[in-house]
């Protein structure tokens, strides 16, 4: 997705496929991507970031006071969808918000990436980011409602088994291929029914584009195939969930691996050091934003791949960050925690700015550990200060509120619409009385 | 030869099971299917001759259902439905085949329509395989006159002896001669 497009180029890709829709696509602040549905006589419109429409019918955006919003689109994430049927193409367009004075909205999550992207371009520094991205295939239940059935049931003797969630996943590769991703792997992840599919890293506004476009088309893809593709972190209880994995590594603005120094034991720079000292320094603080749902929690606990603990290693693959073994341009940082219910836009904006503190701060992280975390002794993690990550959201809410850095890079109208409309799920959620309480209580008392 | 399979995709379990009836009454191998997605699983799996697809199943829409399963090329559908509207025949007009079944299920007419569609159906693909065989010969053809020139005007020889060498090439390497005319050509024009 790398084509730059002017306006007349566009104009005439459209005509020439016959494109009769176009989404205007942005992302609310939890996360959801929305769209502007416009047909062809309204491009040039929209091009010309005429489009208006009414943001205080989008959760989390805006007070009816300042609901007209304006559409900017982002002229290069042009793509002409590739399963839409013959004779009624549509294409969509990535956009940003923008108040009607025209200034950026600040409730608009792609403007606020782009603002701590912006930060980090003073320094001399671009953020380059690859993502993991796993989820689930399962099957429908006799109704057409989402099951957590990985294989049919019904089952017809003479049939051979047909591998359902490997050839939707085989076709969501073609598909993202044609879309312009770059693929660099897919498998079958540890659960039944669990994939990954990972594509190029790029920078970070183009990376978290390419996260929403992915969930979009897999979601898709999986419904062509009978199969309701879902991000949820932790669907089933003991086994293993789906986590969104970031490997990040900062570019200097001549291109080169920021990161890499040939010098060092690790093959690490200054600079490297300093930002993974504020990626474990404000891990708590920004756990609510690359974790931002209740179920994220329980994906988060021991035994599963998942990290627990604030800690980094070269080798074990249990703390927050992992260094991979590949060394210098590909020297990069793994941040383990992110899971695919988070808003692609404020994780990286939260992350890349837990960086930058590093670096600002000359931090320096703490030793990397060797072992694995999970079989240390509560004693032996306190002697060797590995804290852990927040156990629940309303603990990393309270984290996110005490840590002034990672506020700031959100901003006030987000991080104000975030804690209130996570508040309100935390509320609905705690005062549910669940089937493992029944199980629980139900005889006993 | 083999039994026909077709797949029933029905929300509504009385009109399923009658209509599964009548399928095996005749020896139809029958595949069914609860829901939208369901039918897409079934058909992905066993690529039945026909889908019968009724238009109120649940989940993903009848439409929409019928719509991936050709284009797609995993079966052909019929719809069933009850009350035909103008939408519908607009929707008909698009599918492989301008045939449905109109319910409740008279079983004449049904087993009429069913027969009707499968004959029409060996029909098309048996024309489809010639179409499609006829143009592969048209493509050879063409790739083996163009290497025959090249070959003609860089050897300077006659049309006669340039076709002899190119067989005889092709035959050396155990290729057919098209793939040897496309080499050929790939040599003599390498940015064609």
Redesign the interface.
């Known amino acids: 997705m790398q084509k730059e497009y002017t306006k007349e180029a566009i104009l005439k890709k459209a005509k020439e496929l016959e494109v009769e829709f176009i989404h205007l696509q942005f992302t609310d602040v939890m996360g959801v991507m929305k769209n502007v549905s416009i047909t062809i006589e309204q491009l040039e419109k929209a091009l010309n970031n005429e489009i208006m429409f009414d943001g205080s019918s989008i959760d989390g955006f805006a007070r009816i006071e300042e609901s007209d919003m304006y559409l900017r689109p982002d002229l290069s994430t042009f793509v002409v969808f590739p399963w839409s049927?013959?004779g009624e193409k549509e294409a969509r367009l990535i956009c940003d918000v923008y108040k009607p004075d025209g200034t950026p909205f600040s409730g608009c999550p792609r403007n606020t990436l782009k603002k701590v992207l912006k930060e980090a371009a003073i320094k001399g520094y671009t953020l380059n980011v690859g993502p993991e991205c796993e989820f689930f295939l399962f099957?429908?239940?006799?109704?057409?409602?989402p099951s957590l059935e990985t294989h049919?049931n019904?089952g017809?003797f003479d049939?051979a088994p047909?591998d359902?969630g490997g050839?939707a996943r085989k076709d969501m590769i073609f598909t993202l291929k044609e879309m312009g991703f770059e693929i660099e792997a897919s498998h079958h992840e540890v659960a039944p029914g669990q994939h990954e599919i990972d594509f190029k890293y790029d920078n970070a506004l183009r990376a978290a584009d390419n996260i929403m476009t992915f969930k979009m088309a897999v979601r898709i893809i999986a419904?062509?195939?009978?199969?309701?593709a879902t991000f949820m972190p932790k669907p089933v209880y003991g086994i293993s969930g789906s986590g969104m994995h970031v490997n990040m590594s900062l570019a200097s603005l001549d291109g080169n691996n920021a990161f890499y120094d040939e010098n060092d034991e690790m093959g690490f720079s200054k600079v490297a050091y300093q930002f993974l000292g504020g990626i474990l320094e404000h891990a708590p603080g920004y756990t609510a934003m690359t974790n931002p749902t209740i179920n994220s929690y329980k994906r988060l606990v021991p035994g599963f791949e998942a990290p627990v603990h604030i800690a980094w290693s070269a080798s074990n693959r249990s703390p927050l960050v992992r260094v991979p073994a590949k060394k210098g341009n590909s020297t990069r940082l793994e941040l383990r925690s992110p899971d695919p219910s988070a808003n692609p836009y404020l994780a990286l904006a939260v992350v890349l700015k837990a960086g930058l503190d590093g670096i600002d701060k000359d931090m320096t992280p703490p030793a990397p550990v060797q072992s694995n975390i999970y079989d240390m002794k509560k004693v032996e993690r306190k002697e060797k200060g590995i804290e852990s990550i927040p156990s629940n959201l309303k603990e990393a809410l309270k984290e996110l509120s005490k840590d002034e850095v990672i506020k700031e890079s959100l901003g006030e109208h987000i991080y104000q619409r975030f804690i209130d409309n996570t508040l309100i799920e935390w509320e609905q959620y705690s005062t549910k009385v669940t089937q493992w309480e029944l199980d629980k209580y139900l005889r006993k008392f | 030869m083999d039994r026909y399979s077709i797949l029933v995709a029905d929300?509504s379990e009385t009109s399923r099971k009658l209509v599964i009836n009548l399928l095996k009454q005749k020896g139809y191998k029958v595949?069914?299917a609860?829901?939208?997605?369901?039918?897409?699983?079934?058909?992905?799996?066993?690529f039945p001759d026909l889908a019968l697809i009724d238009i109120n199943?649940?989940?993903?829409k009848a439409y929409e259902i019928g719509?991936?399963i050709e284009?797609?090329g995993l079966s052909t559908v019929v719809y069933m439905i009850r009350k035909p509207d103008d939408n519908f025949f607009k929707q008909l007009k698009n599918m492989n085949l301008y045939a449905y079944i109109n319910k409740p299920v008279n079983s004449s007419q049904f087993y009429q329509t069913i027969e009707f569609s499968l004959m029409n159906l060996d029909k098309i693909k048996s024309l489809e395989k010639k179409v499609e065989n006829l143009e592969n010969t048209l493509k050879a053809r063409k790739l083996i006159n163009r290497a025959k020139g090249l070959i003609m005007e860089n050897l300077d020889i006659s049309e006669n002896e340039a076709y002899k060498l190119l067989r005889s090439k092709s035959m050396d390497k155990c290729i057919s001669m098209e793939k040897m005319a496309q080499k050929i050509i790939n040599k003599y024009l390498p940015n064609d």
Not at chain 1, 139 to 145: F, L, P, Q, S, V
Not at chain 2, 34 to 46: P, Y
């Open positions: 049927p013959v099957n429908t239940d006799e109704k057409g409602e049919d019904a017809y049939l047909v359902l050839n419904q062509r195939h009978g199969l309701h | 929300s595949y069914k609860t829901d939208g997605a369901g039918a897409l699983r079934i058909a992905r799996s066993i199943l649940w989940g993903i719509k991936i284009e797609d």
